[in-house]
Each structure stands twice: as C-alpha cells, then as structure tokens.
C-alpha cells in the first residue's frame, strides 16, 4: 500500500516557467512532509519541509503548498532553471515518536534551456 | 566535513555470497537508516535505528539484517543475497525528533552518496 502518492512521474517545464508537483497521502498521523532533492549519482538533499498546521512555506523560489483536508501537498519551483533538473521526492514522516520517511515515488523534472 | 560516507560506492556480486555495505556518520546522529531505491518506486525503508543497540524494521526489510554496535556506525548486511537485491542503497541518518521536548521540528535526514548493487 502506497501510503504517499506522487505525481508526474515525470514533468519537462521550460526554462522560466513554474514547475509543479503534487504529492496525496492518507495516514493523518504523518506530522511533517519533506521534500528532497536528487541529482544523478548523489543522494537525496532536503529541499524544504512543511508542518501539517501550516498552508504554505516559501524558501526563495521553492514553495510548498499544504491542504490538509484534501490531504495534498505540492511543490511550485518559480522561475525554473536548468540547474533545478533533478528528481524530486516529496516524503511523510510518522509521527509519534518516529523519524521514518514515506517517500512518494519521485518525479524527473527537465528545465530546457 | 559532516557527512555521511558508504562503502563500497558498487559492487557486483553473485547469489548466497555473503556481503556487508559500510555507513559511517561524523555527525553524532542518533538516528541511522537503510533505504532501498529501485526505478518507478522511489526509496523504501529497510531498516532504522533510533540509538546504539536499538533497530527496527522499516518497510522492506526481508533478507537483510543490521548492527548498530557504535553511534557512527549501520552496517547493512546481506547474508544470502539475491537477484531481487539489486538496487541503489542510501544510508541516512540525522538527530532525533525534538517532540519530547514539545517542540515539534523537522530534522533534516542526510544521504550518503549510495551504494550501487547488482547480484547476478
């Protein structure tokens, strides 16, 4: 059971243009939902994190939007450049006392110049 | 340079032979993980350790096994492996969750380089 739902699974956005990706869950008891960033041949690096009680994060051109009712999330990259190529996963972390991640199952995202 | 460092980087091997993969943390994390990163299905959890001699599985964990004798240290062991094992291996680790101290907070995980295998 997929408990993190991530989509496009892939997504090419022109060079200046906003990309943006959607990640759904269903367990209410996640209390924090990252987003990391993956470059080929490295591991993945956070990007941004949300809190369930909060509806948006901005950390310079990346933006995290949070509805909690519908239980969605999605990452807006503005102004996307070449450099932003890379794979995105957004993730879940159980609450409760657990550190463990959910990770959706990623998304490649080209900037063409 | 707070890092977190695998070894080997690849290795091909063959089925049933024996193989440890190396992760150390300079960071005095707490908290230390296995994950699984196969094309379509994103990373998977194999197992977790949340301190010195206490681990746990996460969600993937069959065929394997690990040790967390030192705070740095989370082996990840494949006693007999198998085809299906072939996969991108990450080691994460990172400090615990502040929620005991009612202060809720993200505390970033951080990724070793991975570890390409390929059991033939």
């Known amino acids: 059971q997929q408990q993190v739902k991530q989509s496009p699974q892939s997504l090419i956005v022109q060079k200046g243009g906003i990309s943006i990706i959607n990640c759904a869950y269903e367990n209410t008891a996640f209390d924090y939902f990252p987003w990391y960033q993956q470059f080929p041949g490295k591991g993945p690096a956070l990007l941004i994190a949300?809190?369930?009680?909060?509806s948006e994060k901005k950390e310079g051109r990346f933006t995290i939007s949070f509805n909690k009712s519908a239980k969605q999330f999605s990452l807006h990259i503005m102004d996307s450049q070449p450099g932003d190529s890379a794979t995105y996963f957004c993730a879940a972390r159980q609450g409760g006392g657990a550190d463990g991640l959910t990770f959706g199952k990623g998304t490649h995202l080209i900037i063409q110049p | 340079e707070a890092q977190v460092t695998q070894n080997p980087r690849y290795l091909i091997t063959v089925t049933g032979k024996k193989l440890t993969v190396t992760c150390s943390q300079n960071?005095?994390?707490?908290?230390m993980s296995w994950y699984r990163q196969d094309p379509g299905l994103g990373l998977r959890q194999i197992y977790y350790?949340?301190?010195?001699?206490?681990?746990d599985k996460g969600d993937v964990p069959e065929g394997y096994k690990v040790s967390r004798k030192e705070k740095r240290n989370f082996p990840l062991i494949l006693e007999s492996p198998s085809p299906n094992q072939t996969s991108l291996y990450f080691c994460a680790s990172s400090p615990l969750g502040s929620w005991t101290t009612g202060v809720s907070s993200y505390n970033e995980q951080f990724f070793g380089p991975g570890t390409r295998l390929t059991v033939l």
């Open positions: 949300i809190r369930p009680d909060v």
């Open positions: 960071m005095n994390h707490e908290y």
């Open positions: 350790s949340m301190n010195v001699e206490v681990t």
